[in-house]
């Protein structure tokens, strides 16, 4: 028989689903993380309901209490009507929130580049960074070196909350090395997305034909099997529209879910294509038009917000107040890399938000959780109430204000993966 596992006493419990149910309206297409056997989307022991996925907004109750069966969540409400269980968790009024979900992050790279953001802030001129040196640095790596890297990201995520996390290729940019990126990511993430078409390297520099071809070809042969997602940077300098549409529609025919990095260094197509193509988000939506905005507004595409990259570059942020206004679906992420956002840390992006983009506190933790889950089309994840996955975390603060009200304090007490305390 399955154990069961009560955490009471919670000060406030965020479910992002109104009075702790499960949304009716959505539909149970959420996936399995690597190394679980159970998909999400099916039923749940107990009898417990069918992930369905959070709710359209924040939602949260006070004196609460869970409980969890084999993994998942089985029961949510007032702490005084809470059933018994074999165990007992205090937690002597904290708050309760699902797990982060990092929807955008480049793990998989070798070396750093202090010395280039130490430049950019003293508004020095720098020419020996950029993507390429990061390029070269992974080649020359070896598997062991990149396998060792990409687990100490990983342990930092997991320690501040960061319950699931997409990590992309895109620092290889050969065949060879592009199927070592996504085959160590998927060691450690079901969300693994192929980044061939991240930048045109060096030795294709003549002929970026020839790039795409290769991406669109050997290269998206070799990665796919270990993939989820295709992305593609679909900016002036990287790739455009025309060619960011045949990525996109090569992966799709292998089986791969588009999603775009878009409008990062100024306005551009990337948008309106991810919207068009049906990408599950456009990713950064730094310069956005009436059009971009109007596009996301109406459609599924999650427009993911990376503050990280505004704080480390000193671009102007995202106006967030724009698209929550315009109805359109945000989500909050880290972007970790080494070049311009080199965080692991979701509440550092969360109190950002709140400060930089004048999200409400709500909004940002419902963004860096739900919006997150949206953005990965994940159903099983971003909320807690029946039928979710056991992945959330203990603050250690009485409400989930603290992650912006104390920026830069360590607040995460516990955190625990299908129902399993990791940290």
């Not at 919670?10 to 679980?36: F, K, M, W, Y």
């Not at 100490?152 to 070592?180: H, I, N, W």
């Not at 971009?292 to 505004?310: I, Q, Y």
């Not at 080494?338 to 992006?349: A, D, I, L, R, V």
Request: glycine letters at 12%.
């Amino acid at each position: 028989m399955p154990r069961s596992l009560l955490i009471t006493r919670i000060g406030e419990l965020v479910t992002n689903t109104p009075d702790g149910t499960v949304p009716a309206s959505a539909e149970p297409t959420g996936v399995a993380p690597a190394n679980t056997a159970k998909p999400a989307g099916t039923a749940q022991p107990g009898g417990t309901a069918q992930p369905s996925g959070p709710g359209g907004s924040f939602a949260a109750i006070g004196d609460a209490a869970l409980v969890i069966e084999d993994g998942w969540i089985a029961w949510t409400g007032p702490a005084a009507q809470a059933p018994a269980a074999d165990e007992v968790v205090d937690a002597a009024g904290r708050a309760v929130l699902p797990g982060f979900a990092d929807s955008h992050a480049h793990l998989v790279f070798a070396g750093e580049r202090s010395a280039e953001f130490a430049a950019r802030m003293a508004g020095r001129k720098y020419t020996a960074g950029g993507i390429r040196t990061t390029v070269a640095a992974t080649r020359a790596a070896s598997d062991a070196e990149l396998r060792a890297g990409l687990g100490r990201l990983a342990g930092e995520m997991l320690a501040q909350g960061s319950t699931t996390f997409e990590c992309k290729s895109g620092y290889g940019l050969t065949v060879p090395d592009e199927a070592r990126a996504v085959a160590l990511a998927a060691e450690i993430t079901g969300e693994v997305t192929y980044l061939g078409a991240h930048v045109v390297p060096a030795e294709f520099a003549g002929d970026p034909g020839g790039y795409v071809d290769l991406v669109c070809g050997p290269m998206l042969d070799a990665c796919a099997p270990h993939c989820r997602w295709a992305d593609v940077f679909c900016e002036r300098g990287a790739f455009g529209a025309d060619e960011a549409r045949a990525v996109l529609t090569a992966g799709l025919g292998r089986g791969l879910l588009p999603r775009i990095h878009a409008s990062q260094l100024g306005p551009g197509p990337g948008i309106v294509l991810a919207v068009e193509i049906g990408a599950a988000s456009a990713d950064h939506c730094t310069f956005l038009t009436d059009a971009d905005v109007d596009a996301l507004a109406s459609s599924d595409t999650v427009a993911t917000l990376l503050p990280g990259a505004e704080f480390s570059t000193r671009q102007p942020y995202p106006d967030a107040r724009r698209l929550l206004d315009a109805g359109a679906t945000v989500a909050l992420a880290t972007d970790c890399n080494p070049g311009t956002s080199y965080t692991t840390s979701m509440p550092f992006c969360i109190a950002l938000a709140v400060r930089d983009m004048r999200m409400t506190t709500e909004e940002a933790v419902w963004s860096a959780t739900a919006g997150g889950a949206r953005a990965l089309r994940r159903t099983d994840i971003g909320y807690l109430a029946p039928g979710a996955r056991a992945d959330l975390i203990i603050l250690d603060a009485p409400s989930h204000a603290h992650l912006a009200y104390r920026p830069g304090v360590p607040l995460i007490h516990a955190v625990y993966k299908s129902g399993r305390r990791v940290g």
